[in-house]
């Protein structure tokens, strides 16, 4: 029998598409070491956390206080910064402050626009961060037409403004970030490559180019978006294009911009941050959340300690080239069965095996409510498409949006009015079969031919896959890239099971075991569920556990953008520069707009970062003076200087305008 190792591996295979170490086993990506103070980055030192200051830069005593704060949470580099020259200087003050006081930590200034400003920090701090897009460049959202010689004319004159800070740097001993945002390239870029990976890269690569020309190298690189999809696959194509080209591997600073708050920001966080932290990629990381800086650094912490025992584990046979495209989206091509796969959005499958008994009220933990009054079921946004009952028998008529799943000894006994579960060996020995839908449950081992050729002549099949591996998202994808190879085209739910974890622990570990794999394309349904040593003292703690588990499915999928089902908020996590409170505002504007499905709302601190950074968004409310917001509509000012105490309804009418906006409860639908 030919097992899953044994098959050919040159079917669409390309060797271009390497951008780590390995896609089978923890392998970090060697990078050269960047001295950053007392703190070295990269080469074999461990994964850093680090974070940024929310306070004024020009309050030196509050700045220094929340920068201890940081500190005891386990910061090992502050950001803060400095948009002029008066902040920069006053880093000095916030730095002699933290020394008078025993903490040594290095401190990053953060350059957006002021290049005079940036040559003053560099004399003074550890670190300064330059965003290529707006250093030497204004974004004004032009579309121009450079020819080469326009184009070398422009690169001329960014090497002019930006080769004084290079040689500072190399005088002082200062390290720089050069990081790219997806929101903020230029204009002469956008004309070039368009808001795409390609252009991320470029736009550092230029000014890479610049310092390797007058040989300075302690250097740090970033590849930022809000969308995650877009942040993983920079950072690869930038992997890939740095070794190509002979650059230097340079250590890589990872973070997802303006990822939110609470759960969704924790979630889109890991989405992001793990998916590369799998493939060895990333040496220092920043979880940016809409909450204080130091409740940023416990998430980072255990994000990057998931790595520190990774290597050892269960072994994952080698794959040779991966057999699709890491560096762009494209779902993995599946036929339809029932509404999974294909063009369908991925299904969320609850597990309610363990459940004794079951009533109408426990299916409210999963989106279904029954509404006595009306006889008849509601369903909101988030309500599983499936539930898997195992060996139970169904209790009493689902709603139509919910369709049943169980065990295949006890659906071959009943009326058929739900679907059948599968070991490997039940479905090669089976009598009887569903005509519209069957689940099939695969681990990698049991890939061969014989699956194979039986599942070919099934059609009406989907697979549940899982893994008991620590290594669970390489071996999972393993898995996929296997059934791509057999091109075995049936959709693939993927399935993972937790232990008792704390909340947080959880939403970041399903985010990069699962998020990490949909993220690529991979995975047509998402079933998560908790351990069998799970143990509910009563129905309530039983079905909040079930809610928990069920909204994580969906905010997963909501995180890698392969099902949008709930309004998506891109908030910047703050910093001296926000013109309000951005935690109370983004309270006040989710409380009035979380109703509405699949809107993408931004909310911005300040007009330095704001429009660049929530260029993915379909609206953006944005700090734009001391009281004053300015509306977005994508790209475009719709109104300016709205006073705050009337922003968030001047956003409302400018939703309302466009036929976007719905009254909350009108998104619950009776079925």
């Not at 560099?122 to 670190?127: G, I, N, P, S, Y």
């Not at 599946?334 to 079951?358: F, M, Q």
Request: net charge negative.
């Amino acid at each position: 029998m030919q097992k899953a190792s044994e098959i050919p591996q040159s079917l669409n295979a390309n060797l271009d598409f390497a951008y780590c170490n390995s896609l089978y086993e923890y392998s970090r990506r060697q990078s050269i070491e960047v001295k950053i103070g007392h703190i070295p980055l990269g080469a074999k030192n461990p994964i850093r956390i680090q974070s940024m200051t929310t306070i004024d830069t020009m309050d030196t005593q509050g700045s220094v206080a929340q920068a201890i704060r940081m500190i005891e949470a386990g910061c090992e580099y502050i950001r803060i910064t400095a948009p002029s020259i008066n902040e920069a200087k006053n880093l000095e003050n916030i730095k002699k402050e933290l020394a008078l006081r025993g903490y040594h930590t290095p401190l990053i200034a953060d350059i957006h626009f002021t290049p005079n400003a940036a040559e003053v920090a560099a004399r003074l701090v550890e670190k300064v961060r330059i965003n290529p897009g707006n250093y030497a460049d204004k974004k004004r959202f032009e579309v121009i037409e450079y020819d080469d010689a326009a184009y070398q004319e422009e690169l001329d004159r960014i090497r002019e403004r930006f080769s004084p800070l290079v040689k500072i740097c190399k005088e002082y001993g200062t390290a720089m970030r050069i990081g790219t945002n997806h929101g903020s390239l230029s204009d002469r870029i956008m004309s070039r490559y368009g808001d795409t990976p390609l252009g991320m890269v470029e736009s550092a690569l230029e000014f890479l180019r610049i310092c390797e020309d007058l040989h300075y190298y302690n250097i740090v690189l970033s590849m930022k978006a809000s969308n995650t999809q877009i942040m993983v696959q920079a950072y690869r194509l930038l992997v890939q294009k740095l070794d190509k080209e002979g650059f230097k591997p340079y250590p890589l600073h990872l973070g997802v911009t303006e990822a939110g708050e609470a759960e969704d920001g924790r979630i889109k966080s890991a989405v992001g941050i793990g998916t590369l932290l799998e493939d060895g990629l990333g040496d220092t990381i920043r979880v940016s959340l809409t909450e204080d800086p130091e409740y940023e650094l416990p998430v980072a912490r255990k994000l990057v300690d998931r790595y520190h025992n990774r290597p050892g584990h269960r072994s994952i046979l080698a794959i040779e080239a991966s057999p699709k495209n890491p560096f762009v989206y494209e779902r993995r091509k599946t036929h339809e069965v029932l509404n999974l796969g294909k063009d369908n959005v991925p299904r969320v499958i609850a597990d309610y095996s363990r459940y004794k008994s079951i009533e109408m009220d426990d299916l409210k933990a999963i989106g279904h409510t029954y509404l006595p009054a009306l006889d008849k079921w509601g369903m909101n946004d988030l309500g599983a498409d499936f539930i898997y009952l195992g060996d139970h028998e169904i209790p009493f008529m689902f709603p139509n949006g919910l369709k049943a799943i169980q065990n295949y000894k006890v659906w071959s006994t009943e009326d058929l009015n739900s679907y059948p579960f599968f070991t490997v060996d039940e479905f090669l020995q089976a009598d009887k079969l569903s005509h519209e839908l069957n689940f099939v449950l695969l681990h990698i081992d049991e890939l061969n031919a014989e699956l194979v050729q039986n599942l070919k002549s099934e059609i009406q099949t989907v697979l549940i896959i899982e893994t008991t591996n620590e290594h669970a998202m390489p071996e999972l994808r393993r898995l996929f890239f296997e059934l791509m190879r057999w091109d075995v085209s049936h959709p693939v739910v993927i399935r993972r099971q937790y232990p008792a974890l704390p909340d947080e622990t959880l939403q970041l570990y399903a985010a990069t075991d699962v998020g990490g794999l949909l993220i690529d394309g991979l995975g047509d349904g998402i079933m998560l569920t908790a351990g069998a040593e799970a143990v509910f003292e009563d129905q309530k703690a039983r079905n909040q556990t079930y809610k928990k588990y069920n909204d994580l499915a969906f905010g997963v999928l909501q995180a890698a953008r392969t099902r949008m089902s709930k309004t998506e908020y891109i908030s910047c996590p703050s910093c001296g520069r926000t013109l309000f409170d951005l935690q109370e505002t983004t309270a006040k504007i989710r409380k009035r707009t979380d109703h509405l499905k699949g809107i993408k709302i931004g909310i911005m601190g300040c007009i330095v970062n704001g429009p660049g950074e929530m260029a993915d968004a379909d609206y953006g409310y944005v700090g734009s003076g001391k009281g004053k917001i300015t509306l977005y509509r994508s790209k475009d000012v719709i109104r300016r200087s709205v006073p705050s105490e009337e922003a968030v309804d001047a956003l409302i009418e400018l939703i309302k305008e466009d036929g976007h906006w719905i009254e909350p409860g009108e998104s619950t639908s009776a079925l």
